[in-house]
């Protein structure tokens, strides 16, 4: 009898596993808010790397037993957390452009992470006659900021395509088949400071 309750309590424990670890926040997903969730931890970001869609949220929260901050690494000052203490509450921020953004904190110079929001180009495979939508934004950026937008075409180097201090997104029209790619960054020109280049976005343009 108590071998069959045992094995009962075990297959019990196996089946509630899966849902344990869909409710788990920190390793990166998603929590209840809707966040993209980062430990700082003691000396290291937790996860160090996160993608997050254009306008998402992160929230960097303190999970060790020091002081941290989670600081804009581009040098464009587009967040600072200032100093969060052990047991205080989470910081928060929302991604709206296209880049890669370095993250570290002031305190700690080896305590590195990255935000990464992808640029979104569409359809993936179309003909040259049709038109495709480039989205570097889910909002216009804030007054002294810029998304610079590459194209790469067939068999050619990158180009600028747009330097947007309005808007998110415009439609492309291609002039030949093939694949061309797209990539974006925040800039803020005053600062002559920049985010890293977005991670590449393709589109296959048939004849």
């Not at 100093?83 to 110079?109: E, K, N, W």
């Not at 900021?145 to 790469?152: E, L, M, R, T």
């Not at 002039?175 to 797209?182: L, N, V």
């Amino acid at each position: 009898m108590r071998r069959r309750s045992l094995q009962l309590l075990v297959m019990v424990l196996l089946l509630a596993l899966p849902n344990l670890a869909a409710a788990g926040g920190g390793d990166g997903g998603n929590g209840g808010d809707g966040a993209r969730h980062v430990d700082m931890d003691d000396d290291y970001f937790y996860p160090s790397t996160v993608k997050v869609a254009q306008g998402g949220t992160v929230s960097w929260d303190p999970a060790g037993d020091q002081t941290h901050t989670a600081t804009d690494g581009t040098g464009m000052d587009l967040f600072d957390s200032g100093l969060v203490d052990p047991g205080q509450p989470s910081y928060m921020f929302a991604f709206r452009a296209a880049s890669i953004y370095p993250v570290i904190c002031t305190l700690h110079v080896d305590m590195l992470g990255r935000v990464k929001v992808p640029l979104r180009a569409g359809p993936r495979d179309g003909t040259a006659s049709r038109r495709f939508d480039v989205t570097w934004a889910s909002a216009p950026p804030d007054d002294g900021y810029v998304s610079i937008v590459q194209v790469k075409r067939p068999g050619r180097a990158w180009k600028v395509w747009k330097r947007a201090a309005a808007g998110t997104g415009s439609r492309f029209k291609p002039t030949t088949s093939g694949t061309y790619r797209f990539r974006s960054r925040l800039s803020r020109p005053s600062l002559e400071a920049t985010a890293d280049w977005s991670d590449v976005a393709a589109i296959r343009v048939r004849r």
